[in-house]
């Protein structure tokens, strides 16, 4: 009976240790859903939300009705312990439906737990491709949910 109860007890350690592993390195990636303020150059800031999937892609979606908006995509790498990097390009759609500009973007984050602060560069160009304008740019941002919707 011992011998049988030890086994069962191994057997159940055995498949809660992959779960407790897999829920407590989530807390270290940006994998998930974040709310974000971002602050470029001398511009106001605005609020934008950032998915973050387990494959490496990063959506992003900021605007309110009235505002300017735009969507984007790029990719994202684990760079060191609660330290990531990415990537990405979105578009910047005026009120009246105009296409503006492509913003590019490129941070350094530095997480911990379920909050990140970034910081990097910022490359606009026009609809033909003609830079506008560079500078710096940061996020400050929180998770709101740890699973991405919508960012496949």
Request: charged share 15%; aromatic share 6%; glycine share 10%.
């Amino acid at each position: 009976m011992t011998k049988t109860l030890l086994l069962l007890l191994g057997v159940l350690a055995a498949t809660v240790a992959p779960a407790q592993a897999q829920a407590q390195a989530i807390e270290f990636l940006p994998v998930g859903t974040w709310q974000g303020l971002v602050k470029v150059s001398e511009d106001p800031p605005h609020e934008a939300t950032f998915q973050f999937t387990e494959s490496g892609k990063i959506c992003l979606t900021y605007g309110q009705p009235g505002d300017a908006s735009g969507t984007g995509t790029g990719t994202w790498q684990q760079a060191g312990h609660n330290r990531f990097t990415f990537e990405l390009t979105h578009d910047v759609i005026l009120p009246d439906g105009t296409l503006a500009a492509y913003v590019a973007v490129q941070h350094t984050a530095d997480q911990n737990g379920d909050k990140f602060s970034s910081s990097g560069d910022t490359q606009v160009t026009d609809p033909d491709g003609n830079p506008v304008s560079s500078g710096p740019s940061s996020i400050e941002a929180t998770r709101t949910s740890p699973t991405p919707s919508g960012c496949a």
